[in-house]
């Protein structure tokens, strides 16, 4: 089965330092991962995904991802956190057996402080 | 540029009545989603399409009928509604091929049930 798991509910981090949420996941076979944001009252928004080759993975808005099979991990991050990015934050995996279908993580929210 | 829209915004139904949510996209993608959004949870996926005249079930389809009769249009049906499908519905769709992966979002239909 596909799943994705964000361990921590809620990150608190202060403007202009460095952010990192948290995604494992648990695929068999080689994962087609996400992350999308979502800001209140809106749809998601894709930021990035990994597919396959270079580990890290930059996306919309300053945003990276690093993709680390050892760990089964998909962390998100940014060198320099703006509080415009404090929203709910989702990662996501596509299933393997049926290209058609997408699991999301719980979600995370972000707060960044001035 | 209009993209996903989803309508109504929000809406309360009585327990036992039925309603239909709306969503159509504007970027003739081929593939369509239904997810629900509960709260503190991940996205669900409800319903599919990969195209007009084809929908298959995603992971929570009890309860709910879809159709998709043009590449427009992917309505979401609820016949008897219950109040365990308070929730905030998603609609979201996406292209074939290279970009299948990258879905874009509709901006939600909350719905409550009493």
């Known amino acids: 089965a596909q799943s994705v798991a964000q361990p921590e509910d809620q990150v608190n981090v202060a403007e202009g330092n460095p952010l990192t949420v948290k995604c494992t996941y648990s695929v068999s076979g080689n994962p087609y991962l996400f992350w999308y944001v979502q800001y209140p009252n809106r749809g998601l928004q894709f930021l990035l995904k990994y597919i396959t080759g270079d580990n890290l993975v930059k996306g919309s808005y300053g945003f990276e991802a690093e993709f680390n099979k050892s760990q089964t991990s998909f962390h998100l991050k940014k060198p320099s956190a703006l509080v415009s990015d404090s929203a709910l934050y989702f990662c996501?995996?596509?299933?393997?057996?049926?290209?058609?279908?997408?699991?999301f993580g719980s979600g995370t929210k972000l707060n960044v402080k001035p | 540029n209009a993209g996903v829209t989803q309508t109504p915004k929000f809406r309360i139904l009585k327990i036992g009545q039925s309603m239909t949510l709306q969503c159509t996209q504007d970027?003739?993608?081929?593939?369509m989603y239904w997810y629900r959004q509960d709260p503190g949870m991940g996205l669900k996926l409800i319903y599919y399409?990969?195209?007009?005249?084809?929908?298959d079930k995603g992971e929570v389809p009890n309860g709910y009928n879809v159709s998709r009769s043009t590449t427009e249009d992917f309505p979401l049906r609820l016949e008897l509604a219950a109040p365990s499908q308070t929730s905030v519905y998603f609609c979201?769709?996406?292209?074939?091929?290279?970009?299948?992966?990258?879905?874009?979002f509709g901006p939600g239909t909350r719905l409550l049930v009493l």
């Open positions: 979201a769709s996406s292209s074939a091929g290279a970009s299948q992966e990258t879905q874009y």
């Open positions: 970027m003739n993608h081929n593939y």
């Open positions: 996501a995996v596509r299933a393997i057996y049926n290209f058609n279908k997408f699991y």
């Open positions: 399409s990969v195209g007009a005249g084809i929908t």
